[in-house]
Structures are given as structure tokens and as C-alpha cells.
């Protein structure tokens, strides 16, 4: 009863914040040379891509399937990336259905009690349900993020209430006080502090501006400001020759280390911090420190033609394959970032070629929206880590 009590508080203390937030983005926006022509206010964007992927991986009520894995699996990351983009496309109504879908079957019906679980397929005995509890810290704060920046572009409270509370939990449940670094973002509640002095770490769980966004939206919480500058050491120092780790550990005393399951490789998930980078507004504070850190990633793709699809984070040493579609397309933005837009161009014309040759699953295909949107100028960060969506601007009267 206390516990309810207690939830019960909090979310009415979400409600009267909500209502004296200024539920719309904030100021200052990236290159206006970029902007794009608008919309109406209330109508969902044309996205070609965004439309394909609900086709493909996107059940009616709303559920992000990995099409061809053996369990028909959902992730809680697919849920979350895809509310960014349905918002990003101005889709309230896809919006919607991904959002009940996940709270129903993830999260118990409530995600302002519940992390989420990341796991959710068909059982050996054929039936569908979560299949393992345990949350990923990134889908959550990414779910956080989508719900904080609708309130604030739709104007609906009850979406930044949730994601208020969800952010909040995130908080609670999901990160560590680490000697050495501070309080840091763990991958989830359960697993990764196996030792008293060990912890296991994801650098592409933690990007900036979310973090950041976040925390502009809950300027009360001070633990925010702490999360991003730990999250800037685990991105920095997890990468000696300019290659992010999928997986890293941290030892008290000893500082970062290879991670004893997957070793020092670069693939699948770090392919996610160039990504993040790249979009990064070019006024965060971070932002060029990241993009010359992992400049050697840039230098890789100039020399090869492709970024790889492993490679040793610790040795520099590729793997003997390029990677997908989906590695150009996360690396159109930190190409662009850097200022080489002809070897951003190249990766484009990749995506299109490999795209026609094999139809890009699941992940690619959520790589290609992060990445070619952007780069469309489809959506923003700010400064402060808030969103700015093409769309907007014809809900304010023009670009801000």
C-alpha cells in the first residue's frame, strides 16, 4: 500500500509539473540551409521509408516484429525507436497503437509502474508472451524520450506524465553510483554489477542528446546532468584507437577493460554511437570531442569504400566483411558531421544498391530511418537534447 501510495504521489506531482511545462520544443535549431518545406499541422508526414517499415515489421495493433527470427521476437528497443519515429513522422495514430501494445504486453499494463521487459515471442509450447522480464535500459530511456517529446509537440499531457515517470524509474532502477565514474547508466536492473568491484557496460545504450533531452524536460532531477557526464566517459574511454566496443567492463581500480563475452568487438551494436554522434547538434557540448574521437571510423569508410562490420576495438583489426545497408545508413550523419559529404553521398548510393539486391531486415531497416532521416532533415536535436521534427513548424507558425 505504501508503494501505491507513494506512485500515486508522484504521478500527481507529474500531472502539476506537466502543467506548468512549456509543452512545445525548444530553441535553437540546427542549419536553417537545411530546413525542408512543412506539412500541415495535423497531418502525418509523407515518409516512404517510415510507411514501408510499418508494412513490413509492424503488426496492426501494433507490434514491431523481427521478421525471420525463429521466435517472431520483439524487442522493447524496436517499440521504442519505432514511437521516435512516429513521431518524427507526425503518426499519432501508429503512435498510439505501438505505445497500448507496449504497455499491455511489456510492461504489465502500466508503464508508469513497470520497465518494460525486452524480451516478447512465441514459447516452445507456441504461445506468445514475454520471454524474458529483464528491461534494456536503452529502450527505456528512448521510450522516455518519445513520450516527453510528444507531450511537447502534440501538447498532451498525459504522454509527458508517463514519460516522466518512466525516465524517473530509469533513474531509480537502471543505474549505479561506479567508483571512478560516477552515477552511470547500466544496460538494465539485472546482470551487470556481477562482481563488487565489476561492472559491464554498452556505449550505444547512452546517447547524449537523449540523455540530455530528457533532462531539460526534467530540469528537477540534477541526476540527469550526472548520467550524460559519466555516459561521455563510458563513449570516450571505452575507445582507445577511435572504435567503439559493443560491450565493455569497468573495474574499480582498473579502470575499462574488454568485455569477457564478446571481447573487444565493434559491430552491431556499436555501430549505434557513430550514429548518435553524427546527429548530435553541433552546439552540445560533446559533440565535436565525440566526432574527433571516432574520426578513425571515418577513415576506415574513406580507405574501404564501406564501413566494416566488425572490427577490434582495442587492435584496430577488421573482420573479413563490410557491413549492411543499415552501417552506411548510421553513418551518413557522422560522415556529415565531420564535413565529407561526398563519402556521405557514396554511403546513400550503398544503401540503395544493397537495398535492391536483398530486402534490409528488421534492424537495417531501423538504422536506415535514423540515419536517411536525418539526413532528409525529417528531425533534430537541439542543444539541449530536445526535439525539432519538420512538421512543427506549421504548429507554430513557422520554424523556430
Known sequence: ?????????????????????????????????????TQSCGAPQVWPRWQGFLQQFVSADGRVIDVGSADERTVSEGQAYALFFALVANDRASFDRLLR?????????????????????RRTDGEFAVLDANAASDADLWIAYALLEAGALWGERSYFARGALLARHVLDAETAYVPGLGLTLLPGPVGFHPEPDLWRVNPSYSPPQVLRGIGTRLPSDARWARVVESGSHVLLDTAPLGYAPDWALYRRGN????????????AYNAIRVYLWTGTMNARDPLSNRLAEHFKPYADFIAAHGAPPETI??????????????????????????????????????????LDAQTPPGYYSSV??????GWREGRYRFADDGTL?????????????
Do not use: Y
Request: glycine letters at 10%; hydrophobic letters at 50%.
Open 1 to 37: 500500500m505504501r508503494a501505491l501510495a507513494g506512485a500515486l504521489t508522484l504521478f500527481g506531482w507529474v500531472l502539476a509539473h506537466a502543467a506548468t511545462v512549456d509543452l512545445t520544443d525548444a530553441a535553437g535549431r540546427d542549419n536553417p540551409a537545411q530546413a525542408v518545406a
Open 101 to 121: 501494445w507496449t504497455e499491455v504486453n511489456l510492461a504489465e499494463g502500466d508503464l508508469a509502474t513497470h520497465l518494460p521487459a525486452w524480451l516478447w515471442g
Open 255 to 266: 579502470g575499462f577493460q574488454p568485455d569477457t563475452e564478446t571481447h573487444a568487438v565493434s
Open 312 to 353: 577490434d576495438a582495442v587492435s584496430g583489426k577488421p573482420g573479413q566483411n563490410m557491413g549492411n545497408a543499415g552501417f552506411s545508413a548510421a553513418s551518413v550523419p557522422f560522415l556529415d558531421a565531420l564535413g565529407r559529404a561526398p563519402l556521405a553521398d557514396a554511403q546513400v548510393a550503398r544503401i540503395d544498391t
Open 367 to 372: 538504422l536506415t530511418l535514423f540515419g536517411l
Open 388 to 400: 525539432d521534427v519538420r512538421w512543427s513548424a506549421a504548429c507554430h507558425g513557422g520554424a523556430r
